[in-house]
C-alpha cells in the first residue's frame, strides 16, 4: 500500500469515525494507524539508491549520559569504569530498506548495549558495527531509534567521538553519513563534530569519579586566575618586552641607557669563515621580519664568524648589538644561526629598532625535541616544513617523526611498495586489500587529507630543510607492537606473490604466523597489530626497511645517525604462537619464557641497528624490560611515565643504567592534552585534563617528583612523590627533553598548530635555559608532597614574575611573527565575570584584544569594564584580526 493513499485513509477514517471525539483518542487512532502502516510497508534488501539515501537522511546524535559506573558495568574491565552513550537516528525521510549496517568509530570498546531494533558489536580497534535486529521495522519519516550503550573507562570530552559514520550494504558503495562529517568552525579554525550533544552536566559528564575534583573551568574562574596572576607583580613594560629573547639566553646585559639601534636601512652581511648555507634559513627570517639582508655599505654592519671552543656546547654563541655593528661569534655554524634567531628574537613587527645588548648563551640540553605523529591521521610535507621553521626559529633541535603506527605507514620504501599503497592509506576494504579500515574515523576516501605518505623526493625535501636548519631528523617506524599497518601490508604482499606461486618473495618478509591463535588486545584494543617476534622473515622485514631508510638520508645528506624503534605497548602477543613454541624450544638465546620475547626482539633490533652504524632509541616501557649487557653502549630512552604516578622511578632507573634520558612526561609534554579543563577543549586526557602553555613553562625537568609540591594528579588531586627509593646516581643527568604531539583525533594540520602552538614556545624555553628558580636536583634523595617546601615561595614569585615577561611577550611580540609565517596558534579562552551589571574580561596574554557580545547585539571590542544587559559571549582576537578564540559564555559570578 502506497503511503499516501494511506494517509488519505487515516483522515477519512479519523473524520468518518466522530470528529466529536476526544483529542486524546484521536491522537491514539493516529499512532495505531502510523504503527499500522509501518506494518504494512515490506522492507527490500538495501540497494545503492537506499545507501545513498540513508547516508543523507539519517541524523546522528551522540549523547554522553553519564561517566558515573553502574551495576550495568562490567567490574572486571578497567576496574568497572565505563561510561554510557544515548546513540539517536533520526531519518529525516523514510527507510524502507533492510540488511544494511554502519561502521564507526569508537576509542572505547562497547560492552553493552540495550534496543529492541539495532545491535552493536566490536570489530577490532576502535571499529563498531550497528547492525539490524529481528524486530527492526524501517524508519518512518521523523521517527527516531536510540541505541543505549556502555563503553569502558570514561568520555570527558566533546572530541572523544569520531566524525564520519559508514552505513554500508551487501553489494553496494559505501558511503559517509552526512551528519556525522566534522566540519571547520570559520572563525576559530577549530574543528567541530555536528552529531555530538554538548556537555551540560558537570558531575555525571565532566568528572572522571565521584571523587574528581576537576572543575569545570568557567569564564569568572579563568578571569579570577588571569587576575591573580597579573596583578601580583608589577605591569610588564614595552621596554621589558621588546628586550625579551625567548628562549631567554644564559647570560644577558643591555645598554645601561636603555639605548637602541635603527636597522631600517638593512643589514650589511660579512659571513667571514661562515659558510652561508649553514645560515641561509636563519637570514631568511630576518628577512621574512622585514629586515633587508645585503651588501648596502650604508647598513649597520652584520658580521659572522666562528671561532670553535671545545669547552662549549654544541649551538653556543655571543650576540654584540651595538651603536656600531651587529657581531656574533659561535662555537660552530649551529651557534652562529642560534645566534641569528635571537637576534631575530629581538625585532618587534613593526618597529625599526632593535635594543643594544650583549649575550653569552648555550643550551641547557643538547636534546631539544619536539614529536610529530603522522601515522595515525597524515600531516602534509607543507606543515612539517612550516614546524621545522618554527623549530629552529626557538633553538629545538631535534625532530622526532612518527612514521608507523597501526594506523598508517607514511614513508615510501621503494623496495616495498605495499606499505604504503595499503598502509598509508584508511577506506573501507574490509578484507584490507587495498586499504585498512577506516580507524579513527577516517571516513571512506583514500585521498582524503588523513591519508597519504611521503615519497622518497618529499623526506629528502625534509631531511634538507632540517639539515638547513641543524635539525636532526629521528624516523619511527613503531614496532613490535603498533604495527597493524606493515602487518597488513607484508599480509597483502603475502597473498600477491602466493597467487604468482612464488613462494619465496610470498614468505619473505611476512610478519605474521598465520597459524597463531593467540587471543590479546592492544592497548588501542587491536588483536592483531604485532609483529611475530620468532619469524626470520620479520627481521629480514627490519634490515630491508632500515638498509633503505638510511639510504634516503644519506642521499638527502643528513646520515643516519639515530633511530627510535618505538618498542612500547607491546601486548600479550604469541602466546599460542607455533613458531613461537619452537623457537623457545629450540633457540640458543637463552630465552625460555614467552614473556622475554619483546625484550628479545628490541635487543635484536638494536644489534641490527648497530651493524648499520645507526644508535637505538626507544619508549621507556620497551627498553626496560631489555638486558643491559645485550643492548648497545648508546640507548635513548624517552621516558613517558606519568609523575603522579611516581613515573620518576622508572625514568631514574634508565639514567642509572646510564643510558640518555629523554624526558617525555605527559603531565606537560603531551600537546595532544587539552589546554584547559573544559569539554570542549580538543584533545585526549588520560594523564592531564588541562596543560596550557604557563603549566608547560613551570616544569622543572631536572628535578621530576618536586612536582608533587604544585602539580595534582590528573583527577586534581594532590599526590606524593617519594624519590628516596631510586634516586639518581651522582653526577647523572637527562640528555634532554621532547614535546609530543599524538594525532589520534587531530584529523587537520591547523589543527596541530592549534594544539602545538603557544606550548612550544615554552617547551622551547624549558629545553633552552635553566631557570634560576627551579630547584635542583637532590642527589641523596627525598619525599616531596604539598607539605614539603623544596619549590619555596620566593621561587614561586620568581617563577611568576618570568611567567608575565613570557606571557606578555608571546602576545605583543610573538604571536605577530607566527601570523606572518602562517602559524594558526591558539587563541586564548577569555575569563570575564559580569558584576553590579558590568562586564569585566581580561586574557591570559596581556596585549591580545577582547571582543564581547550584549545579547543578539553586534561583536563589540572590550577596552574597560562596561555596562551588559542580555547573555553575554566573549572571544579573543588575532593579532592581525583575522582569527577569533572559542566563544564562551561569560558567567555571572563565581561558582
Same mark, same amino acid.
Given at each position: ?474 624516523? @619511527?617506524? *613503531? ?5 597493524? $599497518?606493515? +602487518? &597488513? %601490508?607484508?599480509? #597483502? ?44 622473515? @620479520?627481521? *629480514? ?5 632500515? $638498509?633503505? +631508510? &638510511? %639510504?634516503?638520508? #644519506? ?341
Amino acid at each position: 500500500m502506497k503511503k499516501s493513499f494511506l494517509a488519505l485513509s487515516v483522515l477519512a477514517t479519523l473524520c468518518l469515525s466522530g470528529c466529536n471525539q476526544p483529542e486524546q483518542n484521536s491522537d491514539v487512532i493516529t499512532k495505531e494507524l502510523v504503527q499500522e502502516e509501518t506494518a504494512l510497508i515490506a522492507l527490500h534488501p538495501a540497494n545503492q539508491n537506499d545507501i545513498d539515501a540513508i547516508a543523507k537522511h539519517l541524523d546522528v546524535s551522540y549523547r554522553v549520559v553519564t561517566n558515573i559506573p553502574t551495576d550495568k558495568c562490567d567490574e572486571k574491565v578497567a576496574d568497572g569504569a565505563c561510561f554510557e552513550v544515548e546513540l539517536t537516528f533520526t531519518a529525516t525521510k523514510a527507510i524502507n530498506a533492510k540488511d544494511w549496517s554502519i561502521y564507526f568509530s569508537q576509542i572505547a570498546p562497547i560492552q553493552s548495549f540495550e534496543s529492541d531494533e539495532l545491535a552493536v558489536k566490536h570489530i577490532n580497534g576502535d571499529m563498531h558495527q550497528i547492525t539490524l535486529q529481528s524486530d527492526y521495522a524501517g524508519f518512518s519519516k521523523g521517527e527516531s531509534k536510540t541505541l543505549l550503550f556502555r563503553a569502558m573507562f570514561w568520555s570527558l570530552s566533546e572530541s572523544d567521538p569520531m566524525p564520519n559514520y559508514i552505513v554500508e550494504a551487501p553489494n553496494t558503495i559505501a558511503k559517509v553519513i552526512d551528519s556525522t562529517k566534522a566540519f571547520i568552525d570559520k572563525d576559530s579554525g577549530l574543528e567541530v563534530l555536528p552529531h555530538v550533544v554538548a556537555f551540560t552536566n558537570e558531575e555525571t559528564q565532566f568528572k572522571r569519579t565521584v571523587s574528581d575534583k576537576t572543575t569545570w573551568l568557567n569564564s569568572a574562574d579563568l578571569y579570577k586566575r588571569n587576575e591573580a596572576m597579573f596583578s601580583a607583580g608589577k605591569p610588564v613594560s614595552v621596554k621589558e618586552v621588546s628586550q625579551k629573547i625567548i628562549p631567554t639566553p644564559k647570560i644577558v646585559t643591555f645598554d645601561a641607557d636603555d639605548g637602541v639601534v635603527d636597522i631600517s636601512k638593512g643589514l650589511n652581511l660579512s659571513l667571514n669563515n661562515v659558510n652561508q648555507s649553514e645560515v641561509d634559513a636563519a637570514l631568511s627570517r630576518l628577512v621574512q621580519l622585514s629586515v633587508n639582508i645585503g651588501s648596502d655599505k650604508s647598513a649597520l654592519p652584520l658580521k659572522l664568524s666562528v671561532i670553535e671552543d671545545e669547552n662549549k656546547a654544541i649551538g653556543s654563541y655571543q650576540l654584540s648589538v651595538t651603536s656600531n655593528e651587529i657581531r656574533i661569534v659561535g662555537v660552530d655554524a649551529n651557534g652562529v644561526f642560534n645566534g641569528l634567531q635571537s637576534l631575530a628574537a629581538l625585532i618587534t613587527v613593526g618597529s625599526n629598532t632593535i635594543p643594544l645588548v650583549n649575550v653569552i648563551d648555550e643550551p641547557h640540553y643538547s636534546f631539544r625535541g619536539m614529536l610529530v605523529d603522522v601515522a595515525r591521521n597524515f600531516h602534509s610535507k607543507e606543515f612539517i616544513l612550516s614546524l621545522l621553521d618554527q623549530m629552529a626559529a626557538y633553538k629545538l633541535n631535534k625532530l622526532h617523526l612518527h612514521l608507523g603506527d597501526d594506523e598508517g605507514w607514511r614513508l615510501e620504501i621503494p623496495s616495498l611498495p605495499e606499505l604504503t599503497d595499503i598502509g598509508s592509506k584508511r577506506c573501507f576494504d574490509t578484507q584490507e586489500q587495498t586499504c585498512l579500515m577506516p580507524q579513527l574515523g577516517a571516513g571512506v576516501d583514500p585521498e582524503s587529507d588523513v591519508n597519504g605518505y611521503y615519497t622518497v623526493a618529499d623526506y629528502q625535501e625534509i631531511l634538507q630543510a632540517a639539515t638547513a636548519r641543524h635539525i636532526q631528523v629521528i624516523p @619511527s617506524l *613503531d614496532m613490535p607492537g603498533h604495527s597493524r $599497518s606493515s +602487518v &597488513k %601490508a607484508m599480509t #597483502a604482499r603475502f597473498k600477491k606473490y602466493q597467487k604468482s606461486e612464488d613462494d619465496v618473495k610470498a614468505k619473505q618478509f611476512l610478519l605474521d604466523d598465520f597459524n597463531d591463535t593467540t587471543k590479546y588486545s592492544s592497548v588501542q584494543f587491536y588483536s592483531d597489530n604485532t609483529i611475530n617476534v620468532c619469524l626470520e622473515s @620479520s627481521y *629480514d622485514f627490519v634490515v630491508e626497511v632500515m $638498509s633503505q +631508510v &638510511k %639510504a634516503l638520508h #644519506a642521499n638527502a645528506g643528513q646520515p643516519l645517525t639515530r633511530y627510535h624503534i618505538g618498542a612500547d605497548e607491546t601486548a600479550g602477543a604469541w602466546i599460542d604462537s607455533p613458531a613461537c613454541k619452537a623457537f623457545i624450544a629450540n633457540n640458543d638465546k637463552g630465552i625460555t619464557d614467552m614473556k622475554e620475547l619483546g625484550a628479545y626482539f628490541i635487543e635484536r633490533v638494536a644489534g641490527i641497528l648497530s651493524d648499520l652504524d645507526i644508535e637505538t632509541a626507544g619508549w621507556s616501557d620497551g627498553m626496560e624490560h631489555t638486558r643491559k649487557e645485550k643492548m648497545p653502549a648508546i640507548v635513548q630512552a624517552n621516558a613517558w611515565d606519568a609523575l603522579f604516578w611516581n613515573g620518576h622511578d622508572k625514568v631514574h632507573t634508565l639514567v642509572n643504567r646510564d643510558w640518555q634520558v629523554v624526558i617525555s612526561s605527559p603531565d606537560a609534554l603531551y600537546f595532544d592534552f587539552p589546554y584547559e579543563a573544559d569539554p570542549k577543549e580538543h584533545g585526549y586526557y588520560w594523564a592531564s585534563r588541562h596543560t596550557n602553555t604557563e603549566k608547560v613553562f613551570q616544569f622543572m625537568p631536572d628535578n621530576l617528583p618536586v612536582h608533587a609540591e604544585f602539580w595534582l594528579d590528573r583527577e586534581d588531586k594532590p599526590y606524593q612523590a617519594d624519590d628516596s627509593k631510586i634516586p639518581m646516581k651522582s653526577g647523572t643527568s637527562f640528555l634532554g627533553i621532547q614535546g609530543q604531539l599524538w594525532s589520534e583525533n587531530t584529523r587537520s594540520d591547523n589543527m596541530v598548530e592549534h594544539k602545538v602552538f603557544p606550548r612550544l614556545l615554552a617547551l622551547a624555553e624549558r629545553a633552552w635555559h635553566l631557570a634560576d628558580w627551579a630547584v635542583p636536583y637532590n642527589y641523596k634523595g627525598a619525599k616531596y608532597s604539598q607539605q614539603t617546601n623544596f619549590f619555596t615561595k620566593a621561587k614561586q614569585q620568581a617563577r611568576d614574575e618570568e611567567w608575565r615577561l613570557f606571557a606578555t611577550t608571546l602576545a605583543q611580540k610573538e604571536f605577530a611573527k607566527l601570523e606572518q609565517e602562517g602559524i594558526d596558534y591558539r587563541l586564548p579562552t577569555v575569563g570575564a565575570i559580569i558584576k553590579t551589571g558590568k562586564l569585566y574580561a581580561n586574557v591570559a596574554f596581556p596585549g591580545l584584544s577582547i571582543e564581547y557580545r550584549d545579547g543578539d547585539g553586534q561583536w563589540l571590542t572590550y577596552q574597560k569594564p562596561v555596562a551588559v544587559k542580555g547573555k553575554v559571549r566573549v572571544r579573543s582576537v588575532s593579532v592581525n584580526g583575522q582569527r577569533r578564540s572559542r566563544i564562551v559564555d561569560v558567567t555571572a559570578e563565581n561558582r
